[in-house]
C-alpha cells in the first residue's frame, strides 16, 4: 500500500478504510473501499479489496461522497460576527457534509481588499473552524494595486461586483476599473469572480416600478426590479474581457438562464469562462414566492419555475459548472418582517449545511444520478478555488474528506436543523430527500447524526 508522509501534519497515524457498494469517485457511482492513512487518502480500491489491518468501516450501502466545497460563503467575520460567524457557519457546513468554505471578501470589517485585512481575518479565525476555509480577495475601485500583495498572500482568486453590493465599503467597478485589475491578474492563473448584474437597467427597473406606485410587499415587484437584462448585459461584458485577457473570469450566482446561449457560445470558442448557479435557483420558483416573505430575498433574483428548468438542463449538460450555497445571512431584524418590504430588506439567503439535501431533492425528481454531486459540489468548486487534487474527490493523495449519506432519508427542515447563527431560511418546513450521517475532515470524524465532534479546520493557503 502506498503511504503519504504525514510529520507535522497531524497526530492522526492510524490507518483506516471506508467502505460502501456506493462511492462517488471521479470515475463516478461504484462500490469501493477508500484507503486513508493519517490525513490522507491514499488508494481507492475494489469493494472486496480492503487491506486487512486498516479499521474497517463498513457503511453497507449508504453513498460515500467527497467532502464538499462550497467557493461562494458570506462568514461576515471580522466585522459583523452578529450577522455570522467563523465558528457558526463552519459547524453549520461541517452538519451539510462541507468540509472546505471559501469565504466571499465582503461584509466582514475590513473587507478583504488588501493583505492586512486578510490578516484580521486569519486572526479572526484562529480556533473556531470546524472545517477547512480559504478566502477570496476583493477586486473594489481603486485597489488594483493592493491586487499582487493579497496575491502574494495566498488568495485563491478575486471577486468583484459590477452593482451596488450592499456594502459601502465594497465599492463596486465598471469596466475601466476591471481593465485595472485584469492587468494585475494577467499571467497569476487567478480567477476574477463576478457578481455578474450591472446597474443601469435595475435602476430603471425600480424607478419605473416606484413611479407606478408599485407593492413592495410583493415579490413580483421584486422580481421585476431585477431583470435578466442586467445579467444578460453584465455576462457579455465579462465574456468580451475574459477572451481580451485570457484570465480565467467566473460568474457568480447565475440566475437568469437568458444568460446561458452566449454563456454556451463563448465556451465553445474557448473563452476562459465558468459559471456556479446555487441552491435556491434550482429549488424555488417566482410563482410560488408568498408576499412579505423576506428570507426568499436575494440578488439575482430567483426566477420563475421555467427558468429553474433550464437552469437544471445547463448543469445537467455541464454549461453550468457547480453549485454553492451564496449563503449570506443577517440578523432578523435586518430581514425586515415586520413591514414585509421586499426594497428595505437584506438581500441574501441562509442555508449552509442544506444544499446537499437541497441538490439531491431535485436531482431525484429530474432523474439525475447522485455520481454529479462529486463535480458539481465537490471537484468544480476545487477547481475553481486552486484546490484540486487536495479536496473535491475521493481519489489517492487527496485529503481523507469523506461525507457518509443517507439517500433515501426523507426529512423536514426545522430550526434544530439549521447550525448556522440565525434560523431564519427560506427552506425552514421544506421536505427534502437525503441526510447526511458522517463528516470527515482529514481523517477525523467532525459530525455524526449524534452531534458535533471538534473544531480541527485550517486556512488553505495557495501555494
Ligand atoms: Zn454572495
Keep these: 500500500m ?40 491514499t488508494a481507492v480500491r475494489a469493494w472486496a479489496d480492503a487491506p486487512a489491518a486498516p479499521d474497517l468501516r463498513d457503511y453497507g450501502d449508504l453513498v460515500l461522497l467527497p467532502g464538499l466545497v462550497d467557493s461562494h460563503v ?82 485563491p482568486g478575486f471577486k468583484c461586483f459590477l452593482i451596488h453590493s450592499g456594502i459601502d465599503g465594497f465599492a463596486w467597478v465598471d469596466e475601466a476599473d476591471l481593465r485595472m485589475a485584469l492587468e494585475r491578474l494577467r499571467g497569476t492563473g487567478l480567477p476574477l469572480l463576478a457578481h455578474a448584474e450591472v446597474g443601469r437597467p435595475v435602476d430603471a427597473a425600480t424607478h419605473r416600478l416606484t413611479a407606478a406606485g408599485a407593492n413592495w410587499r410583493s415579490y413580483s415587484t421584486y422580481l421585476a426590479s431585477r431583470p435578466d437584462a442586467a445579467e444578460v448585459e453584465a455576462i457579455a461584458m465579462l465574456i468580451r474581457l475574459a477572451e481580451e485577457y485570457a484570465v480565467p473570469i467566473h460568474v457568480v450566482h447565475l440566475s437568469s438562464s437568458h444568460a446561458l446561449p452566449m454563456l454556451a457560445e463563448a465556451r465553445a470558442r474557448g473563452v476562459p469562462i465558468t459559471v456556479e448557479t446555487c441552491a435556491q435557483y434550482l ?62 430588506a437584506w438581500g441574501g439567503i441562509a442555508s449552509l449545511g442544506l444544499a446537499l439535501p437541497v441538490l ?41 474528506d469523506i ?33 447526511v450521517r458522517e463528516t470527515w475532515l482529514r481523517g477525523e470524524r467532525v459530525f455524526s447524526d449524534d452531534g458535533f ?11
Aim: contains cysteine; glycine residues 12%; proline residues 6%.
Design 453 to 463: 465532534i471538534g473544531p480541527r479546520g485550517r486556512e488553505l493557503v495557495r501555494a
Design 2 to 41: 502506498p503511504s503519504t508522509s504525514l510529520s507535522g501534519e497531524s497526530n492522526v497515524s492510524m490507518a483506516q478504510a471506508f467502505r460502501s457498494t456506493r462511492v462517488v469517485t471521479p470515475q463516478g457511482l461504484a462500490p469501493a473501499t477508500v484507503v486513508v492513512e493519517g490525513e490522507r487518502i
Design 403 to 435: 461525507v457518509v449519506f443517507d439517500p433515501d432519508a426523507v426529512w423536514t427542515a426545522t430550526a434544530d436543523d439549521l447550525h448556522f447563527r440565525h434560523k431564519l431560511s427560506p427552506y425552514l418546513g421544506a421536505e427534502l430527500r437525503g441526510r
Design 74 to 155: 458570506h462568514i461576515n467575520e471580522p466585522g459583523r460576527t452578529d450577522w455570522e460567524g467563523f465558528w457558526t457557519a463552519t459547524r453549520a457546513a461541517a452538519s451539510g457534509g462541507v468540509t472546505t468554505l471559501v469565504d466571499m471578501p465582503l461584509n466582514c470589517v475590513p473587507e478583504t481588499i488588501d493583505a492586512g485585512a486578510l490578516q484580521a481575518k486569519r486572526d479572526a479565525a484562529e480556533g473556531q473552524a470546524w472545517v477547512d476555509w480559504a478566502a477570496w480577495g476583493g477586486v473594489v475601485r481603486g485597489n488594483a494595486d493592493a491586487l499582487p500583495g493579497l496575491a502574494a498572500a495566498g488568495v
Design 360 to 400: 439531491w431533492t431535485g436531482m431525484c425528481k429530474r432523474g439525475i444520478g447522485i455520481e454529479r454531486i462529486g463535480e458539481w459540489m465537490g471537484a468544480g468548486p476545487a477547481r475553481l478555488a486552486g484546490l484540486i487534487g487536495r479536496k473535491g474527490a475521493l481519489a489517492a493523495g487527496a485529503d481523507a
Design 283 to 344: 429549488h424555488f420558483g417566482a410563482e410560488e414566492i408568498p408576499d412579505c416573505a423576506t428570507e426568499y430575498k436575494c440578488a439575482p433574483p430567483i426566477r420563475s419555475a421555467a427558468n429553474r428548468e433550464a437552469l437544471w438542463g445547463a448543469l445537467a449538460d455541464g454549461l453550468i459548472d457547480m453549485a454553492t450555497t451564496d449563503h449570506s445571512p443577517c440578523p432578523p431584524e435586518m430581514k425586515r418582517r415586520g413591514t414585509g418590504r421586499y426594497d428595505e
